[in-house]
């Protein structure tokens, strides 16, 4: 059988000890080793970072190793990410601050550093790039990849290309991650959660419809509570329950999602790694630890979040037409307001100006609870902040001012150059 050291990154065959679970590399006698009977046919990938805002607040900052860390903001606040020490507490990620703070009283809170995750993501992503153009990222810590046709180009197979990645990751970046490794991107994504961290997982063509079988449906993308109180209502819980209706039934029964559960039931998913899979919009938000109307307070937010979403479109090399504003009232009451900008943009500073103004139109004093701040309609950013605003002699010195404070932070830190307004 193939396997493969994922610390030295000897590939070799191997006998009836890989069933076993005591095998271990000839070479360095690493017991981290991958052996499957497909191990080296297989080219469809998904990477996932571990826990990788902590992860990297753990990189940056050795004291909180071995401490449960919460990457999150606020009492009323929401968990962005939580160290695997803290999710042995229960703390999962999108979980109410309160709740994780009760679960794990003892863990370090640390508030989100945007522009140093989206600084890492690009470096892990010049890493794939050398491996493969095929790149479909999700998000900033996890992507698809398509190593079709690549042992040709780099002399090995996807496996040995991938565990190198996870290797190159933690010696260089001090980033952990997980691979799953299949014939189609639904088994890819599957399988790279089924040994985090650190892990490296095979669901093989053969095998695919044994290894579904017995289990949830809930691992299905797209299947949350509702749906899967839909699918129990009519008898089915897994895999094997999905396999066993009809395609028809399932349309007539599930309406459009019922012939992708038919397919996704037998493991079949066409869907190809694409570079330039289209992204919607880009948002952040933020949950006040006291509702307020304080202007001042607000306008602090509106900009620190312009900015966060500015650097997220940056990232991405994208640019937004479309500013939105959210606001959640104590009664939970939800304001959205749209405005559309002359040029597509990515500046923090035009975001800004259009979502203030928005919340100077919104006629909504408060108190809020929530503020967000988001960009849609986008583009490619080479055609956006294109004409310049001929009204506002002073938007191109904007522009340029926050071209050389991006350089300086890049260079020296985020916290190198500040606005005033962002003290707020």
Known sequence: MPALCRD?????????????????????????VTAHPELFDLSIAHMDCDAFYASVE???????????????????????????????????????????????????????????????????RAMMEDMTPAIEPLSLD???????????????????????????METELGIGGSVGLSHNKFLAKLASDLDKPRGFSV??????????????????????????????AAGIRSFADLRRWDRKALSERFGAHGDRLWHLARGQDNRRVTRNASVKSISNETTFNEDTADADVLDGHIWRLAEKVSDRAKAKDLAGRVVV??????????????????DA?????????????????????????????????????????????????????????????????????????TKGRSLR
């Open 8 to 32: 030295c990154l000897t590939p070799f065959e191997t006998g009836p000890a890989a069933a076993s679970g005591l095998l271990r590399c000839p070479a360095c006698r690493s017991p981290r």
């Open 58 to 124: 753990k990189r940056d900052n050795p004291a909180l190793r071995d401490k449960p860390v919460i990457v999150g903001g606020g009492r009323r606040g929401v968990v962005t990410t939580a160290c695997y020490i803290a999710r042995i507490k229960g703390v999962r990620s999108a979980m109410p601050m309160f709740q994780a703070t009760r679960l794990c009283p003892e863990a370090v809170i640390v508030k989100p550093r945007m522009q140093v995750y989206v600084e890492v993501s690009r470096q892990i």
């Open 142 to 168: 996890e992507a698809f990849l398509d190593l079709t046709g690549t042992t040709r180009l780099h002399g090995a197979p996807p496996a040995v290309m991938l565990a190198r990645l996870l290797k190159q």
């Open 203 to 232: 669901i093989g063509e053969t095998e695919t419809e044994d290894f579904l079988a017995p289990r949830s449906v809930r691992l299905i993308w797209g299947v949350g509570q509702a749906a899967a109180t839909a699918l129990e």
């Open 325 to 342: 504003l959210k606001l959640k009232r104590h009664n939970h009451r939800l304001l959205t307001r749209r405005g559309t900008l002359r």
């Open 345 to 417: 943009s990515q500046m923090a500073e035009v975001i800004y100006r259009k979502a203030r103004e928005l919340y100077d139109q919104a006629g909504d004093a408060g108190p809020f609870r929530l503020l967000g701040v988001g960009i849609s309609d986008l583009m490619p950013a080479a055609r956006g902040d294109l004409s310049g605003d001929f009204l506002d002699p002073d938007a191109a010195r904007r522009s340029a001012a926050e071209v050389a404070r991006d350089r300086i932070r890049a260079r020296f830190g985020q916290d190198a150059i």
